[in-house]
């Protein structure tokens, strides 16, 4: 196979790289950038466990080609808060026992941002929670908590200005 | 005990580990690398029981980038296995199921592996094989290991032929119970194979060093065992090896024996390189050790008012071309059928049986949701024939306090009756068909707190922090959040002080290991030893400065107080180090073992339960009338935990159980035909979705028990046994239709429906 070059912008910063034109993202992200917060699992976007942001939606990076990421702007958990300065949804899922094992939460809180983002500031109810991160399995924790970790993120986050809320 | 304030322990305090795992910093076995690290990859048998003719590795090993090609001559055949030495790494001359390791190769990438995996020829002449595990009983059937008698075995199990392991528990006289009975109802269950569906597939790291020592890095539940089974695999002696657990994406019991470990092992002792391992989804579905499917049969003779008089019960347990936990699992299922019910008269027998298809393991609650399932099932059958209401029955059959289990011991810290109250009261058990389509069911169990020792090494450090060094890894439940919690509860500090080490057999004192709901438990009491110590060495420390007694000192806020005397725990833990080499001390726990009557049990390596739970689940679910798609309106356990260490925790423990509980009741199964998986993967393999699943409402009951910390009870098991039960009463309620036949999928409604005319 024969490497070719593809910058990629992640967490803002571009990362100039040589992959193999099948190279999936997960395996980009994981394997050449050691960024293992992007968790690998099913490789058939069954888990959800490698789900990353594509100019803000989330994706599955076990099915997407690395190079169909050229050009726009990837975030990954490690993109989203610090330990001293989590994001509303990384602190909710602490405090509501949302996190157990903690394999799947990665992909499961940023599906939830994408949701929240769409939504503008709408908090969701049960059901729409349910619906939107349904493609994240979670053994460990029967999702209760999670759903609760979203909504009462949602609500915090509900109280910012649209500009915080984007640029979070 | 219970009456007594706490600061720590019994609080819903954030885990000590989140930070971590909310970030992506928390660093997974799978996460893990090493520089120059190597790629392995198995090659897997496609035949259920063949004798392999022709196996050439050539090409595979001429691939550019291949380090190393293994196959069965390649290394000593050694054969392991937890009950029965029956298993070797890789298949020589004969593979027993479709997907048996036949060789391993190590490449510089997983493409490449993968390639010369593919790379290798094989030719197989095939054999007769046996799926059935009532068929592998058969005389005549063919052996799936035709050389079993020569294998070592734990000398427990009572083994003959496919028969893996056989054991019995009994007490009284059936056949008068029988003789005096009003009515006698028999009847056949059968479960299936379900997989544990932890998020991060199963992975090692392995690499030598100069002195021909191995570190594994792996995410096994059981790193000692691990250990010890590596350095038998690797015929090395146990000090050689090293295993280490940075972080475990779950295991719910799928973790706990060898699964790729060896794999990497050998593959780096013979590149000389590291070399990582790690599952694919359709290994795990078809290589790994997920819940063995059963054949239950009752035989349970009744009074006229519903007291069960005689009970014979048999559990055939098929575990696959290896016995693994089989046996165990077979006898354990025992004590399932037995309880929570008295009964005079009883004869069980479990049977672990061979069969040429996957190997299974100790998922979660081994053997609890295949015998409750028959015996709930079977409770609700026959209050229904004799009128009675389910809930009734089982109040008039429950255990109360003193009475004697299974075994002969004696029971207390009984709290069945409560459970079971509370649960029907908060699923409104008063209507138990609210409407068309629509019912309610009740079951409810019993279970044990595993034993097993523990040790921890606590240090107080000089800024007053607490380091936790324990042999039990973190799963994910909590556990070790709990324990660090009665930790600092002991000592006087805050959770936010305590630091918990990962696990590494060169340096981590002994623990049994994360597994059957156990850890907080006993890791909790092993901390409770280790601050007794601390207090004494503090005490003796303080005492000649401040001319007091040594008992006379305690520890609160953060310090050491006697009288009107006190210096913060920082202060104390400095001037050890200054004088007396640091505060630090091994705190030890076992739980003793019940006194029980050996006539009543006959080849069971865990013949009487320690520290048993209590509890009831209750459901209220709709079967939709047409496709006969089940949905639960409103799920209820009530648990008794003993002392609830961390009730956020517990509840997560009893909603995830919970959950897998109705995967196996509604939709998971791996399906067999013949010896070929049909699901190997996340597609067809259906866990519930966070659509499926309902809230989950907790009842914590705390009824405290003799040897738990702060009399705790295991939680973790537990909550995954009940739900198929519960759930096929309640759509026996609400449709008329009781299924005996896990899982209970639309489609069987749907079919029993037309057979039924409906």
């Known amino acids: 196979m024969t490497r070719a070059s593809l910058d990629l912008t992640i967490n803002g910063e571009t990362h100039q790289l040589m992959v193999e034109p099948h190279w999936s993202l997960l395996q980009v992200l994981r394997g050449e950038l050691g960024m293992t917060g992007t968790k690998e699992n099913c490789l058939e976007a069954e888990c959800g466990v490698c789900t990353v942001l594509l100019d803000g939606k989330a994706v599955n990076s076990c099915i997407l080609l690395a190079e169909q990421a050229r050009g726009r702007s990837i975030v990954t958990i490690e993109g989203l808060g610090d330990p001293e300065h989590l994001h509303p949804l990384q602190a909710a899922f602490i405090e509501h026992g949302a996190v157990q094992c903690g394999y799947c939460i990665p992909g499961m809180i940023l599906t939830a941002k994408s949701f929240l983002d769409e939504r503008h500031g709408r908090v969701p109810n049960e059901a729409e929670v349910r619906e939107a991160l349904s493609g994240t399995l979670c053994r460990c924790t029967g999702y209760q908590k999670i759903v609760d970790a979203v909504i009462a993120a949602a609500r915090q986050m509900n109280s910012w200005p649209e500009q915080a809320r984007r640029s979070s | ?758």
């Not at chain 2, 990859?41 to 003719?53: D, G, N, Q, Y």
């Not at chain 2, 090692?204 to 790193?223: H, K, R, Y």
């Not at chain 2, 027998?349 to 295949?370: C, D, L, Q, W």
């Open chain 2, 1 to 758: 005990m219970s009456g007594q304030q706490r600061r720590v322990a019994g609080k819903r305090l954030k885990r000590i580990d989140g930070i971590g795992k909310v970030t992506g910093k928390h660093v997974y076995a799978s996460d893990f690398a090493l520089p120059g690290m190597l790629f392995g990859k198995v090659l897997r048998s496609s035949e259920a029981h063949a004798r392999i003719v022709r196996l050439d590795v050539s090409k595979a090993a001429a691939l550019a980038g291949v380090r190393c090609v293994l196959t069965a001559k390649d290394i000593p055949q050694i054969r392991f296995g937890t009950a029965i030495k029956d298993r070797t790494m890789l298949a020589e001359g004969e593979v027993r199921f479709r997907g048996e390791a036949i060789a391993a190769v190590a490449a510089t990438s997983l493409e490449v592996a993968e390639a010369a995996v593919r790379a290798i020829e094989i030719e197989y002449e095939p054999l007769p094989a046996v799926f059935d595990p009532e068929q592998a009983l058969q005389p005549g059937a063919p052996l799936v290991h035709a050389g079993w008698s020569d294998y070592q075995a734990l000398p427990v199990f009572d083994r003959d032929g496919n028969i893996s392991g056989r054991s019995s528990m009994g007490s009284g006289d059936t056949a008068a119970g029988f003789a005096q009975s009003h009515r006698i109802y028999e009847h056949r269950f059968t479960t299936q194979h379900v997989h544990p569906g932890y998020t991060e597939p199963r992975t090692a790291i392995a690499s030598w060093d100069g002195n021909g020592d191995v570190s594994v890095w792996s995410n096994t539940q059981l790193p000692f065992d691990m250990k010890n089974m590596l350095a038998e695999v690797l015929d090395l002696p146990a000090n050689k090896v090293r295993v280490i657990v940075p972080g475990i994406g779950g295991g719910f019991g799928g973790k706990l024996r060898v699964g790729v470990e060896h794999f990497a092992a050998w593959l780096a002792r013979k590149s000389k390189r590291p070399v990582k391992v790690m599952t694919t989804s359709e290994e795990e579905l078809t290589d790994a050790y997920p819940r063995q499917p059963t054949v239950v049969t009752l035989k349970t003779g009744v009074s006229r008012d519903g007291l069960l008089l005689a009970r014979e019960g048999k559990v055939i347990l098929d575990c696959g071309a290896f016995a693994n936990s089989g046996p165990a699992t077979a006898a354990i299922a025992l004590q399932v059928l037995a309880g929570p019910y008295r009964s005079p008269n009883l004869a069980f027998e479990g049977i672990a049986v061979y069969t040429n298809k996957g190997s299974t393991g100790s998922f979660r609650a081994p053997a609890g949701p295949m015998a409750n399932f028959a015996v709930e099932s079977q409770i609700d059958l026959i209050a229904d024939d004799l009128g009675i209401d389910p809930l009734e029955l089982r109040l008039r059959n429950v255990y109360r306090e003193g009475d004697r289990g299974p075994a002969g011991e004696t029971l207390t810290s009984i709290s069945i009756e409560e459970c079971l109250r509370k649960a029907a009261a908060a699923i409104g058990w008063t209507q138990r068909k609210p409407g068309a389509g629509r019912g309610k069911g009740i079951a409810c169990s019993w279970w044990l707190t595993t034993g097993g020792s523990s040790g921890v090494y606590v240090k107080i450090n000089p800024d007053g922090t607490v380091t936790v060094v324990s042999g039990a890894v973190e799963l994910g439940s909590g556990a070790m959040t709990g324990a660090a919690q009665i930790l600092a509860e002991e000592l006087g500090v805050d959770l936010t002080d305590i630091n918990a080490t990962d696990v590494d057999t060169h340096v981590s004192p002994y623990d049994y290991g994360a597994q059957g709901s156990r850890t907080a438990f006993s890791v909790g009491n092993a901390c409770i030893a280790a601050a007794k110590d601390l207090r004494r060495q503090i005490g003796e420390l303080v005492a000649p400065l401040w001319n007091v007694a040594p008992d006379s000192v305690r520890l609160e806020g953060k310090g050491v107080v006697s009288g009107n005397k006190r210096m913060s725990l920082a202060e104390v833990a400095g001037l050890s180090q200054r004088t007396g080499g640091g505060l630090i001390s091994h705190g030890t726990a076992i739980q003793p073992m019940p006194v029980f009557d050996p006539n009543r049990v006959k080849n069971h390596p865990l013949p009487a339960w320690t520290s048993h739970s209590f509890h009831a689940h209750a459901v209220d679910l709709s079967v939709d009338d047409v496709t006969g798609e089940v949905s639960i309106n409103r799920y209820v356990v009530a648990q008794d935990v003993g002392f609830a260490i961390n009730p956020t925790y517990i509840e997560g423990q009893i909603e995830g159980g919970v959950a897998q509980g109705i995967g196996q009741a509604l939709s998971e199964e791996i399906v067999y035909d013949g010896g070929r998986v049909l699901n190997a993967n996340l597609t067809d393999y259906k866990m519930p979705t966070m659509m499926d699943m309902p809230r989950v409402e907790c009842i914590l009951i705390e009824k405290p028990s003799v040897n738990g910390p702060y009399g705790a009870k295991g939680v973790g098991e537990p909550p995954c046994i009940q739900p198929p039960a519960a759930i096929a009463n309640a759509i026996a309620v609400a449709t008329g239709i009781r299924v005996q036949a896990l899982p209970i999928t639309a489609e069987k409604i749907a079919l029993a429906r037309l057979k039924d005319g409906d």
